[in-house]
Nanobody
């Protein structure tokens, strides 16, 4: 019901910035909250940030909320993750996740519905 496509990853030096994009499509996209998780080899996926279907509510993980922000363009059905002051420990594959509600557990930091993008690699290294 929802297809997700991430873009914007790459290699950046410590202290740099990147903006990830998650473009959503499909018949249920208007009601979808969107969020990001990240994963490194050998570890579980970690919640990063989420935004409500309207864009009016956001939740960013406590450890990164001073550096990362999430937003959504409702008309474009696209979420953006702005990552500033990047650190080597931010290196991971970042995945977009969708939640069609009604509980929207994604906004509480939990995995939403089983809709995932293909992932985009972010590497922070000098």
């Amino acid at each position: 019901q929802v297809q997700l496509f991430e873009s914007g990853g790459g290699l950046v030096q410590p202290g740099g910035s990147l903006r990830l994009t998650c473009a959503a499509s499909g018949p249920s996209v208007r009601s979808a909250a969107l969020g990001w998780f990240r994963q490194v080899p050998g570890k579980e996926r970690e919640f990063v940030a989420a935004v409500s279907w309207s864009g009016g509510r956001t939740h960013v993980a406590d450890l990164i909320k001073d550096r990362f922000t999430i937003s959504k363009d409702f008309d474009k059905n696209t979420a953006y993750l702005q990552m500033n002051s990047l650190k080597p420990e931010d290196t991971a594959v970042y995945y977009c996740n969708a939640d069609l509600g009604p509980r929207y557990s994604l906004l509480e930091g939990n995995i939403g519905d089983n809709y995932w993008g293909q992932g985009t690699q972010v590497t922070v290294s000098s």
